[in-house]
């Protein structure tokens, strides 16, 4: 019990916001997620949310394309599509946080 009572009283152990500040704030990292499926924020499997990408602060949707598979990170990129808003964004456009990015390509 005084193990709880302490955790209690700090919020918890540190140890999510030891990882949360290096990644995000030292590492100066996002969190973009991938989706087949704009409207159900889900891949060709149906799975939701199925992928996270780590990625640099100031990325864009082509950077995202090229994590996702080199192939379409190339000439075969058309563009993307912000999930949240259904409109089209352009490939040097700047992804934040919490990004449900479609990549659209013609592959």
Do not use: W
Not at 12 to 30: C, E, K, R
Not at 39 to 44: L, P, T
Not at 53 to 61: A, D, E, I, Q
Not at 86 to 92: L, V
């Amino acid at each position: 019990m005084a193990i709880q009572n302490v955790m209690d009283v700090l919020g918890g152990t540190g140890v999510q916001q030891a990882i949360n500040g290096s990644v995000f704030d030292l590492l100066d990292m996002i969190v973009v997620y991938p989706v087949e499926d704009e409207n159900k924020y889900c891949d060709g499997k149906g799975r939701v949310l199925p992928d996270a990408f780590l990625m640099k602060h100031g990325s864009t949707p082509k950077d995202l394309a090229y994590q996702v598979h080199s192939d379409i990170g190339g000439d075969k990129f058309l563009y993307a599509v912000d999930a949240k808003t259904k409109m089209r964004i352009k490939e040097t456009h700047e992804l934040q946080t919490g990004d449900v990015i479609k990549i659209v390509s013609t592959k």
